[in-house]
């Protein structure tokens, strides 16, 4: 007589199944909410030229350049957020995609307006906070 190996695998347990699947549902959430634009910055675009200097920057959810360039502005922004408002134009949202084709930019940009509203600078994806800085201290004078 031949003895049959009859090994039978034993079918996933459903309790490991969802902790699996709860487990990518919980990290692609966490992704995407890392994501966002961080401290609320305004995306706002009618607040440019009603007498505070702005920085706005481009932003295109499908690249890092502007989450890149959003992380380097923070320190700038606590340093010049009295005097400067820091805006964002999505290029999701109508105004952005009209903000993106007036000003020839692309995402990471940071364009300067002084508080009457006229474009001083354009910086496209700056490497370095002193650069936005430079620029930065253009606008803010009193």
Known sequence: ME???????RPGSPWRRRLIIGGFVAGTG?????????????TDLTRIGQGQAALVLTMDSHYMAGAETMTMLSSLR??????????VASVG???GQAFVRQHQTVDGSVV???????????????????????????????
């Open 3 to 9: 003895q049959q190996n009859t090994s039978h695998r």
């Open 30 to 42: 966490f992704f995407l909410w890392s994501m966002l634009p961080k401290g609320g910055y305004p």
């Open 78 to 87: 606590k340093e010049f957020g009295g005097s400067v408002q820091f805006l």
């Open 93 to 95: 949202l109508p105004d």
């Open 112 to 142: 300067l307006f002084d508080p009457r509203g006229q474009r001083v600078a354009v910086l496209l994806a700056p490497r370095t906070q002193a650069e936005v800085r430079q620029a930065l201290e253009q606008v803010a004078r009193p």
